[in-house]
């Protein structure tokens, strides 16, 4: 058998999220029934680096697979987006050692928030980015506050009360937020996420910079470890998935 690794880019519209669940369209079960009919009809499921919730977008998420077939890479990459819904795209396909595994082997994510700051919101950017309406937030007040979630933290204040793992503690190695014209963007980099994590993170910056909360704040709601202290989770259509990073 083969393992094949391949990005995924995709638009979240129109998605139940990235996992396989019954009788809903996911990017997982698009992707699968693909691979199924490469492989007429013997049962090939591909392995992602991470779900992610009904929504949210992807440049960069990542898959493996393992097949008895032995295409050309490009060839893999022409086939599965000859068979895939237009808003799922392979964006390139290499071949791996058999030890990678396309989430235990992941180092590092990195994930883009976008607010839209026009004052008409686009149509067409309306599942793209989260309209800010009346709001002129404080930028400078929202880099402030970031500087409190970088690093080793744990970071129970900023996940989902639905989260499984009992461990909680992440490393968070980059946390920007850029205003680029209409856009105002943040960019997050770590060695994981729990779930809801990065939403959270950017609904609690959010507040930050409209003046519910103070850059203190965050730094004070992150020691008490405690979800109920933390401004809402931002909406899906926000987030996308930019990147994920492996050791070699």
């Known amino acids: 058998m083969n393992r094949v690794k391949a990005t995924v880019a995709y638009d979240g519209t129109n998605f139940a999220g990235y996992q396989s669940q019954p009788g809903l369209r996911t990017v997982q079960s698009e992707i699968d029934k693909a691979l199924v009919k490469i492989h007429k009809d013997k049962s090939i499921h591909a392995v992602a680096s991470g779900r992610t919730d009904a929504g949210v ?15 050309l890479p490009d060839r893999w990459q022409m ?16 071949y791996v050692d058999e030890n990678f595994h396309a989430r235990y082997s992941a180092t590092g994510k990195t994930y883009v928030y976008k607010w839209s700051s026009a004052k008409v919101h686009s149509p067409f950017e309306r599942n793209y980015s989260v309209h800010l309406e009346r709001w002129r937030p404080d930028v400078d007040k929202m880099k402030q ?65 409209v003046g519910w909360h103070t850059p203190e704040n965050v730094k004070e709601i992150l020691e008490l470890q405690d979800r109920k202290e933390a401004s809402k989770t931002a909406p899906a259509h926000g987030l996308y998935l930019e990147n994920v990073t492996y050791e070699n």
């Open 57 to 71: 977008h992807a440049n960069g998420q990542v898959i493996h697979f393992d097949t008895p077939l032995t295409l």
């Open 145 to 209: 506050a970031a500087t409190y979630l970088i690093g080793t933290h744990d970071f129970t204040s900023f996940c989902s009360s639905k989260t499984a793992t009992s461990n909680r503690v992440r490393t968070v190695r980059l946390l920007t937020v850029e205003q680029c014209n209409d856009e105002l963007i943040m960019t997050i980099e770590g060695d994981g996420f729990l779930y809801n994590m990065v939403r959270t993170i950017a609904g609690m910056l959010l507040a930050v910079g």
């Open 79 to 94: 086939a599965l987006n000859v068979l895939l819904p237009k808003d799922i795209r392979i964006v390139d396909a290499v």
